[in-house]
């Protein structure tokens, strides 16, 4: 099976204690697609502007990604500068260029619309929604989203939700929008909000899944050289998706092994700038490390 995308495509300018790059490859989309295309055929919709440098289209498709759906736009790219102290957990954001993703409309396909497989990475609500009409009959969709449209989109948000099987959201964004802090019990009030699985990034400190019927939290695979954390949340994600997709039955088992595969797809990201060290995966690596993880489970 196949999976599609919606998210962003930028270019981001990261400053962390290991050094400072600038314009790289980044965005929720992109990460997310360069774990999830190492299980299933990854589709992206997003778009670019005409500065977005041509390197890193010929780059995406030599990884494999179908870029049919990546509309390009008279304007500036999308950016985002942010920089990381000692402690990798927070991005401090410094600045944000919407730039073409202001007037980006969402299309897909024919042949794309009848994607059983969807996530709806971290844009507006409205464009997650937009998208969601296009498809005949999804089999399992999943949507992440940000503090931001939390706070300024609420009601769409709500509406998407309502319409998804597995929410991903980090602490932060949880306890925001469910006014609960403790995790547990903002866990249970966002199931109620429409997702059947709620699935609750806690950065260093791993993991927590929610299904209702069954609770699941394990820690981060254990890194200490981290470089940049700049979108681990959406590897994880692209790697859970990912992994779900092979999946005939999503069964607690299989629900397990993705969040193993999805942590350590994410342990590999904070080892590098962007792209650095997910775009060089393969399963056999992947293997390697999550028997290493496993292994901390063992007494």
């Not at 989309?29 to 589709?43: D, E, G, L, P």
């Not at 509309?71 to 942010?82: A, D, H, L, M, P």
């Not at 306890?175 to 699935?199: H, T």
């Not at 342990?267 to 590098?272: A, K, Q, R």
Request: aromatic content about 8%; overall charge positive; proline content about 3%.
């Amino acid at each position: 099976m196949s999976i599609i995308v919606l998210g962003t495509i930028g270019l981001d300018t990261v400053k962390t204690p290991v050094n400072l790059k600038k314009d790289i490859l980044g965005g929720s989309a992109v990460h997310f697609s360069m774990a999830a295309k190492i299980f299933t055929k990854v589709n992206l919709v997003s778009c670019i502007g005409s500065d977005f440098p041509r390197k890193y289209k010929i780059f995406l498709k030599n990884k494999g990604i179908d870029l049919r759906s990546v509309s390009v736009i008279k304007g500036e790219n999308f950016r985002w500068t942010g920089e990381y102290t000692k402690d990798f957990n927070c991005a401090i954001t410094k600045k944000t260029v919407i730039g073409v993703l202001g007037s980006f409309k969402p299309d897909i396909t024919n042949d794309q619309r009848k994607i059983k497989n969807i996530f709806l990475a971290n844009v507006d609500p409205k464009l997650q929604l937009s998208l969601l009409k296009k498809f005949t009959s999804p089999r399992l969709v999943a949507c992440d989203s940000m503090n931001y449209w939390i706070e300024n989109s609420k009601k769409d948000l709500l509406r998407v939700l309502k319409k998804v099987q597995i929410f991903f959201c980090n602490d932060q964004e949880a306890r925001q929008l469910s006014g609960e802090y403790n995790i547990i019990k903002a866990s249970k009030i966002l199931l109620r909000m429409g997702p059947k699985i709620v699935l609750i990034k806690k950065g260093e400190h791993g993991v927590l899944l929610n299904a209702g019927s069954f609770m699941v939290s394990l820690p981060a695979f254990p890194i200490d050289n981290i470089v940049d954390a700049t979108g681990a949340g959406d590897t994880f994600a692209g790697g859970f998706m990912g992994a779900l997709t092979l999946e005939k039955d999503i069964s607690r088992l299989a629900i397990f092994n993705a969040i193993i595969k999805g942590t350590v797809i994410a342990s590999f990201n904070v080892e590098g700038f962007g792209l650095e060290e997910t775009s060089k995966l393969n399963k056999i690596m992947i293997l390697k490390r999550m028997n290493k993880y496993k292994r901390l489970f063992v007494l």
